[in-house]
């Protein structure tokens, strides 16, 4: 019935513990990388603070499985709108004044607002006052990519939690057990994604994205060769397309960050390839470790910025091999 969710079993201890003595916060937020099990975690909770069985969340009960479906009347997912994926003040309004009302099947109204990252200083100060003083029904849980998307007043009105990625081997274990992913698809998923079930489900579905974590791959590899003209070659196969190049230098970056990692001797996963970043990893120095991140800083702020992509691209790889 329940989704499992993989790598934050404390996270879920904490959760059962606080209900069973009855200290459930009534503003919670989930913050991680996208793809970690935010959304799974905020269901998590609701069910636990309206689970009518014993040992909540037990999963079986009439508001267990409401939860599970999102058709429960109690749990609401405030809309998102605007460019940046916000909320608007008149959802935030729309919100307090229906928090006032009674919960309709149970004892508790849970509101989750998903992906707060774009939500500006309005909304959340208008929200402020129903995160202050809730009423005693209502749970209140935000999600967001790091708390920094918070103004330090709603913040410090705040239960942060935060969510850790799944190792390897669990990611490969959702993909087949929970999502029906065949083996070596799952393999190639999990090795471009590492422990995030999320981005490796995403990743299945786009071909695109797929291609660029290859792409980034082979640069990695270029780069720890040295390979100048294979390194401009590749970032030149996408001076067509300002979006793509935009994410495949948040992939190198990734790459570039695992390799300096792995240098200390961390277990680095955030990037796409582990292997081509371990051979990036030897005889890299942190000076041309950092002068390589600014110059993929620097182009990524310049295509964002609506530079020829042809001229960032060339530009960058010149300075990724100098
Ligand atoms: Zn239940």
């Keep these: 019935m329940m989704t499992p969710i993989y790598g934050n079993d404390a996270v879920l201890e904490q959760i059962r513990t606080m209900r069973a003595r009855d200290r459930m916060p009534q503003a919670v937020l989930f913050w991680g990388e996208r793809g970690r099990g935010r959304r799974s975690l905020a ?11 014993e040992n909540a969340p037990c999963g079986e009960c009439p508001s267990c499985r409401k939860i599970a479906q999102d058709i429960h009347p109690d749990v609401m997912w405030p809309e998102h709108s605007g460019k940046r994926g916000g909320f608007s003040v008149e959802t935030v309004r729309h919100v307090i004044s229906d928090a006032i009302v009674a919960p309709n099947d149970g004892d508790r109204k849970v509101y989750i607002f998903t992906d ?3 939500m500006d200083i309005r909304p959340q100060n208008t929200l402020l006052k ?10 209140l849980v935000f999600t967001a990519l790091s708390r920094s998307a918070f103004l330090e007043t709603m913040l410090s009105r705040m239960m942060p939690i935060a969510v850790r990625p799944c190792t390897p081997e669990e990611c490969r274990r959702a993909l087949t057990q929970d999502h029906g992913v065949r083996d070596a698809d799952a393999d190639a998923a999990v090795s471009a994604c590492g422990g995030n079930i999320g981005q490796a489900l995403a990743w299945l579905e786009d071909s695109d994205m797929q291609a660029l974590t290859r792409c980034a ?4 590899g270029a780069l720890a060769q040295k390979n100048a003209y294979s390194v401009l070659r590749l970032l030149a196969g996408y001076e067509k397309d300002r979006q793509s190049a935009l994410t495949l230098l948040e992939l190198l970056d990734l790459q570039l960050r695992d390799a300096l990692a792995m240098q200390y001797g961390q277990n680095a996963c955030a990037g796409c390839d582990r292997r081509s970043a371990e051979g ?3 005889g890299l120095s942190v000076s041309r470790a950092a002068r390589m991140h600014e110059a993929i800083r620097d182009a990524w ?9 042809r001229i960032v691209l060339a530009a960058l790889g010149g300075e990724l091999v100098s």
């Excluded at 269901?43 to 069985?53: H, K, S, V």
């Excluded at 129903?130 to 749970?139: D, G």
């Excluded at 702020?301 to 992509?309: G, Q």
Aim: hydrophobic share 40%; with cysteine.
């Design 130 to 139: 129903l995160t202050e003083e809730p009423p005693a029904h209502v749970l």
């Design 43 to 53: 269901r998590y909770f609701a069910m636990t603070a309206l689970c009518n069985g």
């Design 217 to 220: 791959a082979q640069i990695t």
């Design 280 to 282: 990036l990893s030897r």
């Design 116 to 118: 707060c990252d774009g």
């Design 301 to 309: 702020e310049a295509l964002d910025a609506n530079v020829s992509t």
